[in-house]
T-cell receptor, first 113, second 111 residues
Framework: DTAVSQTPKYLVTQMGNDKSIKCEQNLGHDTMYWYKQDSKKFLKIMFS???????INETVPNRFSPKSPDKAHLNLHINSLELGDSAVYFC????????????FGQGTRLTVV | QQPVQSPQAVILREGEDAVINCSSSKALYSVHWYRQKHGEAPVFLMILLKGGEQKGHDKISASFNEKKQQSSLYLTASQLSYSGTYFCGTESPSNTGKLIFGQGTTLQVKP
């Protein structure tokens, strides 16, 4: 059983398109994250939801919009894709109330052409 | 503000030791350590919650100096499987839940 699963694993799309990445966790965690990892491997935090409420909203273009329909799901929608959006996007989850570690999904490699 | 890791890269022979440091300009509540292999997701190694705490996991251990706002990861008698990029992640007391990562340290272990 995959603990944190992301779909799709690879996404190639043209500039200007709109795309979504989905994430689901079956660990019962209260908090989910989106991180962006660029070519230099820097893991940059983008958003976090705790029990479906947005708690972290970093300086990210408003073309990026997260949505959490329930505690087990956190999706990322990106409008008007740009070349600079090309990166690997990781979803992660953890229980912040219990100070536990983060579990990461396998990542979605987004390539904008 | 993200923590700063040093060194940026390390090359070792099997059996050698390495230390990776993580420093923050802000007070720390917790420090996490993760390892990421090429093309894979980061994998949890350990979490340190108290000042001066040390933890061990096989031949990998870590310390956390709360006063200095620093943590160090110690890899002893390195194995080929230790190769990868190591990230420290930190949370501040005023914003627990916001887990931010350092820029990573690439470790290569050669036979």
């Amino acid at each position: 059983d995959t603990a944190v699963s992301q779909t799709p694993k690879y996404l190639v799309t043209q500039m200007g398109n709109d795309k979504s990445i989905k994430c689901e966790q079956n660990l019962g965690h209260d908090t989910m994250y989106w991180y962006k990892q660029d070519s230099k491997k820097f893991l940059k935090i983008m958003f976090s939801y705790n029990n479906k409420e947005l708690i972290i909203n970093e300086t990210v273009p408003n073309r990026f919009s997260p949505k959490s329909p329930d505690k087990a799901h956190l999706n990322l929608h990106i409008n008007s894709l740009e070349l600079g959006d090309s990166a690997v996007y990781f979803c992660a989850s953890r229980n912040i109330d219990r100070n536990t570690e983060a579990f990461f999904g396998q990542g979605t490699r987004l390539t904008v052409v | 503000q993200q923590p700063v890791q040093s060194p940026q890269a390390v090359i070792l022979r099997e059996g050698e030791d390495a230390v990776i440091n993580c420093s923050s300009s802000k007070a720390l509540y917790s420090v996490h350590w993760y390892r990421q292999k090429h093309g894979e997701a980061p994998v949890f190694l350990m979490i340190l919650l108290k000042g001066g705490e040390q933890k061990g996991h096989d031949k990998i251990s870590a310390s956390f100096n709360e006063k200095k706002q620093q943590s160090s990861l110690y890899l002893t008698a390195s194995q080929l499987s230790y190769s990868g990029t190591y990230f420290c992640g930190t949370e501040s007391p005023s914003n627990t839940g916001k887990l931010i990562f350092g820029q990573g340290t690439t470790l290569q272990v050669k036979p």
